[in-house]
């Protein structure tokens, strides 16, 4: 398992905070989501573009956890949203931001995590272990949904720093996207100061329904960086280059002709 790094107060508070009682460990947890979106343009055409194109997303997650296995997988988003996260581009082309059939499965037992990415109306599966996350809680402590939670921070070889809320209430190593290596259920999430965050809106503790909460199997198998150049080569065929940030934000370059 990876490791994970305690401060004594951390440890402490963690202690009073969980012998308040702990709930069944599986659920239901819906997520906000809201990501910055940076784009670039270059050409002569590109001012007349910069005010239209969005700067940020918002969507709703769905989280389904049990002691076993936690799935994430986006919400279904209202007509209008869906075509609000399109935009249309000189010379015909159409860019959708956001990831409708995106999915992430956690196995807590065996330490792995399968992500279903769809990308270009094509379903991969890309499969891996934990993420090795060193994280330090810090000892601040806040409610969320009536939740006790504590505060852990991490920060990566690139010096993004990662701030989430964990609650030890729910003892469930698993949360929003790939959260998963904290002693309870993240129900906050802060990825490189806003660029990324995740908030709880509802928790449900009726176990999630069998049908709906299972491993995720269609899409190619790849690994993550097959799946990388897969998408730089078809970004590049398009004329487009660029890909999700460090730290979240959605980063796209877009070079417009004017004819």
Request: negative net charge.
């Amino acid at each position: 398992m990876k490791s994970i790094l305690f401060s004594i107060t951390g440890i402490i508070l963690m202690g009073l905070l969980t012998v308040q009682g702990q709930t069944p460990a599986s659920g239901t947890v819906v997520f906000e989501e809201k990501a910055k979106i940076e784009i670039k343009l270059e050409g002569e055409a590109a001012a007349m573009y910069a005010d239209m194109l969005p700067k940020e997303r918002t969507s709703k997650g769905i989280l389904e956890f049990s002691p076993e296995a936690s799935l994430y997988k986006n919400a279904p988003q209202p007509v209008e949203d869906e075509m609000g996260s399109n935009f249309h581009a000189e010379g015909g082309m159409m860019i959708k931001i956001g990831d409708t059939e995106n999915k992430v499965f956690i196995d807590l037992k065996e330490g792995k995590i399968i992500e279903q990415r769809d990308f270009m109306t094509r379903l991969f599966l890309v499969e891996g272990d934990f993420p090795d996350t060193e994280w330090k809680i810090t000892g601040n402590q806040k409610m969320i949904l009536d939740y006790p939670c504590m505060e852990a921070t991490s920060s990566d070889e690139n010096d993004v720093v990662t701030k989430v809320w964990f609650t030890p209430s729910i003892p469930v190593q698993s949360g929003p996207a790939k959260f998963c290596n904290l002693p309870g259920l993240v129900l906050e999430a802060d990825v490189k100061n806003g660029d990324r965050i995740f908030t709880a809106l509802s928790i449900d503790l009726t176990p999630p329904d069998a049908e709906s909460f299972k491993k995720p199997k269609d899409g190619k198998k790849v690994s993550e960086e097959e799946f990388r150049e897969i998408v730089a080569e078809k970004m590049k065929e398009m004329g487009v280059e660029g890909e999700p940030g460090t730290g979240g934000t959605r980063v796209m370059e877009i070079r417009i002709k004017k004819y």
